[in-house]
């Protein structure tokens, strides 16, 4: 009866982990993006060639950053003065393409006073390409892509300078940047530190509820990788898209803590926590503005049966290898190969009755998105979004209804991008001191998987996981199968 309800309890807390990605995006980080490349066209071997649509609006960034004076904080409302023919004709359905700054669909236009202001959500790649190829192995060197040289104010012209070049502040190899607040109501504090061949990371959570208090933290590394695509495009169609993390390597340690104590609360409202991003890379291409992201999404969910219990743990993992997939002809498929391995380290616990913790994270997170949502800070220095989101009621107001749709459809949230991750979740069960047989069963799940979405690619049910490969790890306490199985 006991292992029964333990079982229960777990097989309650791993519903919650499909409910992660469903959550509202977090704030922006306050680490600062890396140098970015000048244009992806100046790498070895890169290939850029591509016609657009007839649809879409091109305007370079150099006039960009004379007339765009505001974009929203949601990334979807775009405020122009009314000084250029080609913004005073935008018509909803057309494609607005910001060399280096964003590629987004026009839902609406509407003008006040001297100003124009646009309505957008995302554009998929095969909306504003329409035939190209485009390809690129861009090697992610975190020592050299946060240190650089300040460049002089007199040597080059501010308006000639990409608008995600910072303008001071430099990094050097070593240099801890750090970041911390309040995160999907969790107290969160996160820095990176950029070494000569890794990326340190380290991050901590925790929370207190109605009696009980959680904690998770983490620490380690990744080292330098190289960020690969192949995109081949004919018109309507993505015939070829591979996305690949190649030559990665790295290892996260991990530390959890629950305790619950005269309070009513078993467990946590709210257990998901997408941290802001722990790095930042832009990456140009023909003035396409991608954006390279490593992030780290948690869960961190306790299930206690009684008051006054308490759990705590630690588990390590580390990988090596390509995380990478290709869609063609619809389908999704691996490509590359991925190892990893898995250890606990302490589990403690202190309790009467049946119990569960599950930690989830997925660290890293790499991803290459072409939405503005992940480059939201940087944009937010050069075109702030005070005007734009003081407008937001207006344009609701003078728009159609198709702009009135798009804000309660909650799906646009999804960033228009590819992804690649490891994944790792750990449960901890036990029956409690207090059943016939005291079982405490701990498993780590360790996955690698990726995929793309709708919105990149135009292709309706494509965004769906593709698992490179998955571990699982077991310790059972006392080792018998009364206690489940391995």
């Known amino acids: ?49 591509i016609t657009l649509t007839g649809n879409t609006i091109r305007i370079d960034e150099a006039t960009t950053r004379h007339i765009l004076k505001s974009v929203g904080s949601d990334g979807d409302i775009f405020v122009f003065d009314d000084s250029d023919p080609r913004i005073q004709n935008l018509h909803e359905g057309q494609i607005l393409f910001l060399e280096n700054i964003a590629v987004q669909k026009v839902l609406t236009v509407v003008r006040k006073d001297n100003l124009i202001i646009v309505g957008t959500d995302y554009a998929s790649l095969t909306e504003f390409i329409q035939r190209g190829h485009l390809k690129w192995d861009a090697p992610i060197n975190f020592g050299s892509l946060y240190a650089r040289a300040v460049i002089p104010s007199h040597s080059k012209d501010a308006d000639s300078r990409a608008w995600w070049i910072p303008n001071s502040t430099v990094y050097a190899s070593g240099t801890e940047l750090s970041y911390s607040g309040k995160v999907d109501g969790w107290d969160t504090s996160m820095s990176v530190t950029p070494g000569s061949n890794r990326l340190g990371m380290q991050f901590k959570v925790s929370k207190t509820y109605e009696g009980m208090s959680v904690m998770m933290s983490s620490k380690g590394y990744m080292k330098d990788f190289v960020s690969s695509a192949d995109v081949q495009i004919s018109p309507g169609n993505v015939d070829n898209f591979s996305y690949d993390a190649k030559n990665l390597n790295g290892e996260m340690n991990v530390e959890y803590a629950a305790t619950r104590g005269d309070g009513d609360a078993a467990g946590i409202d709210k257990p998901n926590i997408k941290l802001p991003p722990l790095a930042k890379i832009p990456m140009p291409i023909y003035g396409i503005p991608f954006m390279l992201t490593i992030n780290a999404n948690l869960i961190l969910k306790p299930g206690f049966g009684a008051k006054k219990e308490a759990a705590s743990g630690s588990f390590q993992i580390m990988y090596s290898g390509d995380e990478g997939f290709q869609v063609k002809g619809g389908n999704s498929q691996a490509s590359g190969s991925i190892n990893g391995s898995g250890s606990f380290g302490h589990i403690t616990t202190a309790s009467l009755a049946p119990h569960a913790i599950l930690i989830g994270m997925a660290a890293p997170k790499i991803t290459l998105s072409l939405g503005p ?21 207006f344009l609701a107001k003078s728009a159609a209804g198709k702009w009135a749709k798009k804000k309660m459809d909650t799906s646009f949230k999804t960033d228009a991008s590819a992804s690649v ?11 409690g001191s207090l059943a016939m047989v005291p079982c405490k069963l701990t498993r780590l799940l360790l996955e690698f998987k990726g995929g793309a979405d709708a919105y990149l690619l135009g292709m309706k049910g494509i965004d769906k996981e593709v698992v490179f490969a998955k571990k699982e790890f077991v310790v059972r306490n006392p080792d018998v199968n009364l206690c489940g199985d391995k």
């Open 373 to 393: 949502g992940s480059a939201m800070d940087v944009l937010q220095e050069a075109f702030p979004s005070g005007m734009a989101d003081s407008l937001a009621d």
């Open 1 to 49: 009866m006991k292992t029964n309800l333990v079982s229960t309890v777990l097989a309650l807390l791993l519903v919650s982990v499909g409910c992660q990605k469903h959550n509202a995006p977090s704030a922006s980080s306050g680490i600062p993006a890396a140098r970015p490349f000048h244009d992806m066209r100046e790498l070895p071997g890169t290939i850029a060639d």
């Open 421 to 431: 991750q490891t994944v790792a979740v750990g449960t901890m069960t036990a029956a």
